[in-house]
């Protein structure tokens, strides 16, 4: 599967901005997908991911009621709303897939190109 994130871009402290992640293929709804961002000097880190039938979310404990990750199976979408955006969310932000169970970067299978977020303080 093939995966191409959007929808970053500048925005001031306490905004918000949608991101988007098109997935290619026909199996894009057989995979759990999640959302990770790399700040620069740092590693990448988990943000959110969710199970292939959507049912099922998990978020990174500081970004749960800030951050919404949520999939659309027949536009082979999926999409992480953020709002009440601080300084340190700025980062670049990508999308990956994955068969198995396990949320760390090393377990994602595909990986999208990274869409930059910029929080403005």
């Known amino acids: 599967v093939q995966l191409q994130a959007s929808g970053g871009g500048l925005v001031q402290a306490g905004g918000s901005l949608r991101l988007s992640c098109a997935a290619s293929g026909r199996t894009f709804s057989s995979y759990a997908m999640g959302w990770f961002r790399q700040a620069p000097g740092k590693e990448r880190e988990f943000v959110a991911a969710?199970?292939?039938?959507?049912?099922?979310?998990y978020y990174e404990d500081s970004l749960k009621g800030r951050f919404t990750i949520s999939r659309d199976n027949a536009k082979n979408t999926l999409y992480l709303q953020m709002n009440s955006l601080k300084f340190e969310d700025t980062a670049v932000y990508y999308c990956a897939a994955t068969r198995g169970a396990s949320w760390t970067p090393g377990a994602m299978n595909y990986w999208g190109k990274g869409t930059l977020v910029t929080v403005s303080s």
């Open positions: 969710i199970s292939w039938s959507g049912g099922s979310t």
